[in-house]
């Protein structure tokens, strides 16, 4: 990723570009939400995270590209060390126990609502739920917010 300094004119169509991405995406995860509310049927999370997600990032792309730059340069994404991939994985289980017993140390003072809305949420679909919510939802953030809006 570079630093460079963008001109008036430049900002101003990124602006747009949001704009239109925020419009688009967000009228996408509201109609989605809308036609089940319609069908009274029950959509999986994701379902939702990609009606949001992929029209934004289809956006940026398609930005990038009619500029002639390169997403993936553009985001400064590189390749992961496998000792970076297993060190996160380490610190991960690692540090799990403390967030356990920071968890059932609340839970003494505070009733957990939590417990009930994350199993409202995710319903029938935990892998589902966790692809979008630790995967899709970082990677489109940092393709959006780091690379494509610098």
Same mark, same amino acid.
């Given at each position: 990723?570079?630093?460079? &300094?963008? =001109?008036?004119?430049?900002? +101003?169509? *990124?602006?747009? @570009?949001?704009? $239109?991405?925020?419009?688009?995406?967000?009228? +996408?995860?509201?109609?989605?939400?809308?036609?089940?509310?319609?069908?009274?049927?029950? %959509? /999986?999370?994701?379902?939702?995270?990609?009606?949001?997600?992929?029209?934004?990032?289809?956006?940026?792309?398609?930005?990038?590209?009619?500029?002639? #730059?390169? !997403?993936?340069?553009?985001?400064?994404?590189?390749?992961?060390?496998?000792?970076?991939?297993?060190?996160?994985?380490? *610190?991960?289980?690692?540090?799990? /126990?403390?967030?356990?017993?920071? =968890?059932?140390?609340?839970?003494?003072?505070?009733?957990?609502?939590?417990?009930?809305? &994350?199993?409202?949420?995710?319903? #029938? &679909?935990? $892998? !589902?739920?966790?692809? %979008?919510?630790?995967?899709?939802?970082? @990677?489109?953030?940092?393709?959006?917010?780091?690379?494509?809006? /610098?």
């Amino acid at each position: 990723m570079t630093n460079k &300094t963008v =001109n008036k004119k430049d900002a +101003l169509k *990124l602006m747009g @570009v949001l704009i $239109v991405m925020m419009i688009v995406g967000y009228g +996408l995860d509201i109609g989605v939400g809308v036609v089940t509310a319609i069908a009274g049927i029950s %959509a /999986p999370f994701i379902v939702y995270s990609l009606a949001l997600y992929i029209p934004m990032i289809a956006i940026a792309f398609l930005y990038l590209r009619e500029k002639g #730059d390169n !997403l993936w340069k553009e985001c400064g994404f590189n390749k992961i060390k496998a000792s970076t991939f297993f060190l996160t994985i380490l *610190l991960t289980v690692v540090t799990y /126990p403390m967030v356990m017993f920071t =968890n059932v140390l609340s839970q003494l003072f505070v009733k957990n609502t939590m417990a009930q809305a &994350t199993d409202a949420m995710i319903g #029938d &679909t935990p $892998v !589902l739920y966790m692809i %979008a919510l630790a995967i899709l939802a970082p @990677v489109c953030e940092e393709i959006l917010l780091r690379g494509f809006f /610098p």
